[in-house]
């Protein structure tokens, strides 16, 4: 047991995640950052991993963490163990996890504090529909406002017993150095080269040509334009779905991203021999039943979805190195379109969001756990990339040992994450 179509969290789901949003823009909360940690196999491993992430939240002395998985079965040893760590530490936790009907936790900690069940499967259970499962604003919002209350509750207490001194008055800046510019796109087509013109993207129709050559792990590939409403197709197992975002200036989490919207790239792989890809069930089909539109990890009803497909050689779609070949495919094509965006005429930006906020120097402070896979070939996460939400230049937390590192909200905000699952 691991992870599966419903409940896994997209690159793009990363991207735009509604429980770092929620609390980012909180007036009473001060987000000191995201401690981002792979789900190791071996048992010893997970214990080792859990007792570092709750050193890390014991040293930045947070009132509260959030602790949220995607995953389950056996990987809900590392999300209970994380949770006894932290709390003995003498944090609030609240946490986030798909338990449903089918996934009880394989063992129990004697306080487990408050844990939000985000499954919204009638069954209450895994289903092959990608986006089914996972964290939405409700759950968001529950989770920050049941934290709040209970890091309310523990400073009235220790106000009370004269152990905190609060001064209302006091407040302070921070400028969080990161801007958004958006630009819509309401038109894709193939042509001789990739380029952006007003609102019209073209892709170079030449993909198959300049990309696959002699390769060890994937046969062939093909790149469709899904249109709005045309959602009554075949497609292949999800392997991804993608935000096109590029860094104008500066490194992720700084400076200035520009962002695509009105399209997403959606990566889907079959292997020659019609294997899908996949780990508990997949998510192949007629693409409207497969997908739950309209998710924080999925694309819009209106967005314009761009297809990368890739056909593996046969049993590569169950070895690391075939997963990890169709991503690096996948971002060479969406690469042409980032260089596109880096130079785009910045009067075509229809918002631009900086991320600076004022925040009372007495608002609670709060660290987020995000517990990724890192298993290795269907169950892997990259980090740190070169470009928001890409592939090239991202480190494996498998490559990592799955140690939890520390990062700024605006590197998360900013596709620190790249799922590879």
Known sequence: MGIGPSSKETTLHH???????????????????????????VYDDKVFIAERIADIVSSFRVDGTIISIDSWGNSHIDFLTTIDRIRKKGCETVSLSFIGNQASFVLDIKDKGTIIDFNKNELGIE????????????????????????????????????????????????????????????EVKFG??????????YLNKSYEKKYIFDNEFIKSLDVSIINTCEHEINNNSIMDIIPIASKAHGNIGHGVTNLLTGVTVMLTGVEENGFQPSNIGSSEGILKNQIKLDQCGTPSKEDIIININVVLREGHGRTREGIIASNRLCDNIIQEVRDCLKSIDKNLCFKEEEYCSKNNLNSYKVLVVKLVPGLGCMYDTGVSPKEPGGFVGCRSVMNLGNMPIIISTNQYKDGFIKCMS
């Open 192 to 201: 001789n080269e990739t380029k952006i013109i007003k609102d019209t993207l």
């Open 127 to 186: 289903t092959c529909v990608v986006g089914e499962n996972t964290v939405g604003d409700l759950d968001a919002l529950k989770a920050m406002e049941i934290l709040k209350s209970k890091m309310k509750k523990r400073r009235n207490e220790s106000i009370k017993n004269n152990i905190l001194d609060i001064d209302s008055n006091s407040s302070r800046t921070i400028d969080k150095n990161l801007i958004i510019r958006s630009f819509n796109i309401s």
């Open 15 to 41: 991207f735009r995640d509604p429980l770092i949003n929620k609390l980012y823009n909180d007036y009473d909360i001060d987000l000191m950052g995201v401690i981002v940690a792979g789900t190791p196999e």
